[in-house]
């Protein structure tokens, strides 16, 4: 029953930003960790960024001090801010919420990074 909605993907030049959303269900937004993953051609899904219910944060190495993980409860989204885009950025990134033996995913948005 629980439906996460990604958006904001796209096409964007190297050292360019994106913002990635991702809405929620309004009655377990606030309850839920939210995180980001992304998953490129050929390659293992991985974690990019998650944010708790309390905004507590961790990043993977890979994009830490470049992405911004965020959350809005009042809209029920999560945000990936995406900055100084590199070519390894390049993937469909999935929405996930997670409490205890609850996990949620979106059907996921493209980011091309691209000269």
């Known amino acids: 029953q629980v439906q996460l909605v990604e958006s904001g993907g796209g096409l964007v030049q190297p050292g360019g930003s994106l913002r990635l959303s991702c809405a929620a269900p309004g009655s377990i937004f606030s309850w839920y960790t939210m995180g980001w993953y992304r998953q490129a051609p050929g390659k293992q899904r991985e974690l990019v960024a998650i944010?708790?219910?309390?905004?507590?944060?961790n990043y993977a190495d890979s994009v830490k001090g470049r992405f911004t993980i965020s959350r809005d409860n009042a809209k029920n989204t999560v945000y990936l801010q995406m900055n100084s885009l590199k070519p390894e950025d390049p993937a469909v990134y999935y929405c996930?919420?997670?409490?205890?033996?609850?996990?949620?995913w979106g059907q996921g948005t493209q980011v091309t990074v691209s000269s």
């Open positions: 944010i708790t219910s309390s905004s507590s944060t």
């Open positions: 996930n919420a997670h409490k205890f033996a609850l996990d949620y």
